[in-house]
């Protein structure tokens, strides 16, 4: 399972940086603000683009694709569930809680993940289709409407529209589905942009742990822990379930899937929650504690599955 500690420290080591640069004021609390709305502005659409118009959608609509999307509404309604129950947070923050819950950064840590414990990356494009043509742009538009000052029904279906990540998806998915390839100097600078987007998104997250230990109390602690759990330890096992017993999987193939069911949770989810204000701090939470636990989730996972 190297690929699982190399993806993890790799991540990390980038994460330390932002931390580091933000203790010793290298970095102020601005430049957080500035780097979250570039890499939702302009870095993450040019790289969901990349992704997306690289991908094969067609192959990709077949048992990894159902399987990924229905064990993530699972478990986002179990999140659901509980904070209508229990926790009783606005819908905005629900809505951050629940995808923090189900989101898995499938492309920094699940290629590698991927490659060396089935030894195929293939089941990572449509775990990472459904989370950027489906579950980005429900979040995103369950956000923008929670977060606005009134609802409408006009609002409601022009919001996804209005959102950049969520445009870049869907031209990256007509230049897949036709198979338009783009002229080089078009595709070249998208390229380039696309490669800031992680290491922005890593740095941004970075500097967000200096201002503020995880895990205070009044900072959604019961919340971050529930939506840790969920995402280690119940995602995981709703995949088994499903696969085993509803999709018929076996061997490397439920392997697999169950693998891209245990990553941690995506950096992503704090920079969808971040131009919002909302849930930020439980996503923050969630995405280090879920990070830390997942080398020894996935061990477990590889072990017993395997």
């Known amino acids: 399972m190297g690929g699982v500690v190399s993806g993890i420290l790799i991540i990390s080591a980038v994460i330390a940086v932002g931390y580091l640069a933000a203790r010793l004021r290298i970095l102020g609390p ?116 929670a977060s606005g000052s009134k609802i409408s029904w006009k609002k409601l279906l022009l919001q996804p529209f209005a959102n950049p990540m969520i445009i870049a998806s869907g031209l990256g998915a007509a230049v897949a589905l036709t198979g338009w390839t783009a002229p080089e100097l078009l595709q070249k ?21 200096a201002g503020r230990a995880p895990l205070q109390k009044g900072d959604g602690r019961t919340e971050t822990l529930v939506a840790t759990f969920l995402k280690i330890a119940g995602m995981p096992l709703v995949v088994w379930v499903l696969g085993r017993f509803v999709f018929g999987l076996e061997g490397q193939h439920l392997l697999a899937s169950v693998i891209m069911a245990a990553l941690p949770t995506a950096q992503n989810v704090f920079l969808f929650a971040s131009p919002y204000g909302r849930g930020m701090t439980v996503a923050r939470d969630v995405i280090l504690c879920t990070t830390l636990l997942s080398i020894g989730a996935l061990l477990v996972v590889a072990w017993l599955v395997h």
């Open 30 to 145: 601005e430049i957080q603000g500035a780097l979250t709305r570039t890499a939702y502005y302009v870095t993450n659409p040019a790289l969901l683009f990349t992704v997306v118009a690289g991908s094969d959608i067609r192959a990709a609509l077949g048992t990894d694709a159902p399987l990924a999307l229905l064990s993530a509404a699972i478990v986002g309604l179990l999140y659901c569930l509980a904070s209508f129950l229990f926790f009783r947070r606005p819908a905005a923050e629900t809505a951050v809680g629940a995808m923090a819950s189900s989101y898995a950064n499938a492309n920094n840590i699940g290629i590698p993940v991927s490659l060396y414990a089935v030894g195929t990356a293939q089941h990572v494009a449509p775990v990472l289709l459904v989370q950027i043509l489906v579950m980005a742009p429900f979040y995103l538009t369950v956000l923008g409407v």
């Open 189 to 209: 600078p998208i390229d380039m942009l696309a490669g800031g987007a992680v290491p922005m998104v890593l740095l941004a997250f970075g500097l967000s742990l």
